[in-house]
T-cell receptor, first 114, second 111 residues
Framework: AAGVIQSPRHLIKEKRETATLKCYPI?????VYWYQQGPGQDPQFLIS???????DKGSIPDRFSAQQFSDYHSELNMSSLELGDSALYFC?????????????FGPGTRLTVT | QKEVEQDPGPLSVPEGAIVSLNCTYS??????FMWYRQYSRKGPELLMY????GNKEDGRFTAQVDKSSKYISLFIRDSQPSDSATYLC???????????FGKGTKLTVNP
């Protein structure tokens, strides 16, 4: 079965640079979520989109922004990167329009800020 | 105090043992309960999903939710070395998209 696709899988950036992470949800899923997982930590919710509109917002820094496009893929844009932004970034998807609430996670993007 | 508490372990059991993993929570608004398995450096894999109270069984896995006690459990029967991973409980309240995770329990099943 098709899963959530994330790219790139690994990314190395320097402080103050910009990064863009991409997420392609499971086909026919309409909702996308972004989570950040620091070393040894549980995933922390950043933001979500349903049908291309922001549906909920968590602890996402103002330096980060995200959007969902007409083909339902999503991008997380991160500017003015800081060392503390080094983490695993997960995207998850579900089909809210079908009354589903289980979130299926992608393999993650490992961001390292040096 | 975190909304969701989970003993991080580590938990080490012999192959074939029954494993019991648990989480407690403080937010009575949580209605959706999930268990994820996460291998090192991989994404969380959804194992079980339960709405409100009750039991759910899927193969060797059984999930239980006791909303009156704010306590959820995951049981793994006939545990296998391939079950060795970190198990995360997660929960969500109605009207919110955000999943709140426990810290995860690291499980090792020894052959």
């Amino acid at each position: 079965a098709a899963g959530v696709i994330q790219s790139p899988r690994h990314l190395i950036k320097e402080k103050r640079e910009t990064a863009t992470l991409k997420c392609y949800p499971i086909p026919r899923h309409d909702t996308v979520y972004w989570y950040q997982q620091g070393p040894g930590q549980d995933p922390q919710f950043l933001i979500s989109f349903y049908e291309k509109m922001q549906s909920d917002k968590g602890s996402i820094p103002d330096r980060f922004s995200a959007q969902q496009f007409s083909d339902y893929h999503s991008e997380l844009n991160m500017s003015s990167l800081e060392l503390g932004d080094s983490a695993l970034y997960f995207c998850a998807s579900t089909s809210t329009g079908q009354g589903e609430y289980e979130q299926y996670f992608g393999p993650g993007t490992r961001l390292t800020v040096t | 105090q975190k909304e969701v508490e989970q003993d991080p372990g580590p938990l080490s059991v012999p192959e074939g043992a029954i494993v019991s993993l648990n989480c407690t929570y403080s937010n009575s608004a949580f209605q959706y309960f999930m268990w994820y398995r996460q291998y090192s450096r991989k994404g969380p894999e959804l194992l079980m999903y339960t709405y409100s109270s009750g039991n759910k069984e899927d193969g060797r896995f059984t999930a239980q939710v006791d909303k009156s006690s704010k306590y959820i459990s995951l049981f793994i029967r006939d545990s296998q070395p391939s079950d060795s991973a970190t198990y995360l409980c997660a929960m969500k309240q109605g009207g919110s998209e955000k999943l709140v995770f426990g810290k995860g329990t690291k499980l090792t099943v020894n052959p």
